[in-house]
């Protein structure tokens, strides 16, 4: 089933949000490889997911800089572990060893749902309405 984009995954900013659904994209179509059952084509997937959201993060980042957002050390070691999880099942990938692909699936999802979820959307406050110093943001 395809990840879909909503309005509740918005954080509030073009540049970002725009990126978060290209992400989508990419996962969206790992799940279609996986579905046709093209293996030989999930290390280029791989390959796609892991450059855009290398380069996601680095806009991401160069953003909560431009805003001062206090959370910014711990939301950039939280990238530098999704980067290294996404470089270890890649590494996996391309060495053949034996893929569980749900759980591949479910790892992605969770990767990108969870992290826009739980970490970008304390964004939101200091990107629309001003900045906040409270840790949990009204969403």
Do not use: C
């Not at 959201?53 to 800089?65: I, Y």
């Amino acid at each position: 089933m395809a990840i879909e984009w909503t309005d509740k995954l918005s954080i509030g900013n073009e540049m970002i949000d725009n990126d978060h659904r290209h992400l989508i994209k990419l996962i969206n179509a790992y799940e279609l490889v996986i579905s046709q059952k093209k293996y030989e084509m999930l290390g280029p997937a791989f390959n796609s997911l892991e450059k855009y959201a290398n380069e996601h993060f680095v806009r991401e980042e160069m953003l909560m800089d431009a805003v001062h957002y206090p959370h910014r050390r711990s939301h950039r070691d939280a990238h530098n572990e999704l980067l290294k999880s996404v470089r270890e099942k890649h590494k996996d990938i391309d060495a053949h060893k034996n893929i569980e692909i749900e759980e591949l699936s479910d790892f992605l999802r969770a990767w990108l749902l969870d992290h826009v979820i739980k970490e970008d959307m304390l964004l939101k406050p200091y990107l629309v309405g001003g900045r906040h110093d409270g840790l949990t943001p009204e969403l």
